[in-house]
Structures are given as C-alpha cells and as structure tokens.
Nanobody, 123 residues
Framework: QVQVVESGGGLVQAGGSLRLSCAAS????????MGWHRQAPGKQRELVAT???????TYADSVKDRFTISRDNAKKTVYLEMNSLKPEDTAVYYC?????????????????WGQGTQVTVSS
C-alpha cells in the first residue's frame, strides 16, 4: 500500500557530514509526523528527530545543534542533515512516517517504517 525508503547513508570520518533522505510512496492522501530513529549495535532504537506536517521539529539532546530535520511535502520526502558527526552517531538510521492513505473507498492510517540505512563514523 505505502512504503518509505531511506537513502544517503555511508562511511564518513568524524567531523564530517551526511544527508539522509526518506521518500514515501503509494496511494498517499496525507503524511503527518515524520521522523528519524537510530539503532546502534547492542542498543535500543532511539528517537533522533521529528517534524510535523507544518514544520515544527524536535531533536534528541545528543544531536541538537548538529542535525537538522526538514521535509518537502510535495515530494513526500523527509531529510536529515547531519553535521559534526561523531563515532557515537554510528547506527542504522530508520525513517518513519504517519501516513493516511486510500484503501479502496476507505481512508486508513499507518505508521510506516523504512528498512534502514547504515551510517558509520570513523574516528
């Protein structure tokens, strides 16, 4: 029905930058909150940043002033600009989106997750 797909991960040296993208597709009527989470090896998944449809944002304390979340509603895409990367930012980054879609003649809502993209920061 609907899906979100991340891209943009990779290997970067400490202090470097990366930009992640996440595009939603399918029979989408509206996307509400979108966000990024991450999961490091042996750790629980944690929230990194969120953005509402209107553009209000929240950030984890660990990434404030280094990461910026943004979205393009027309492109159904959310971005995560990551600067001043640290080795502790190494994780699989997951996108999620609260999507309202048309299923037959009914509107349904789903929290959709991507498959994740690996970000590795070397020291």
């Amino acid at each position: 029905q609907v899906q979100v797909v991340e891209s943009g991960g990779g290997l970067v040296q400490a202090g470097g930058s990366l930009r992640l993208s996440c595009a939603a597709s399918g029979n989408i009527f509206q996307i509400n909150n979108m966000g990024w989470h991450r999961q490091a090896p042996g750790k629980q998944r944690e929230l990194v940043a969120t953005i509402t449809r209107g553009g209000s944002t929240t950030y984890a304390d660990s990434v404030k002033d280094r990461f910026t979340i943004s979205r393009d509603n027309a492109k159904k895409t959310v971005y995560l600009e990551m600067n001043s990367l640290k080795p502790e930012d190494t994780a699989v980054y997951y996108c999620n989106a609260d999507i309202k879609y048309l299923s037959g003649v009914l509107f349904k809502s789903v929290g959709s997750w991507g498959q994740g993209t690996q970000v590795t920061v070397s020291s």
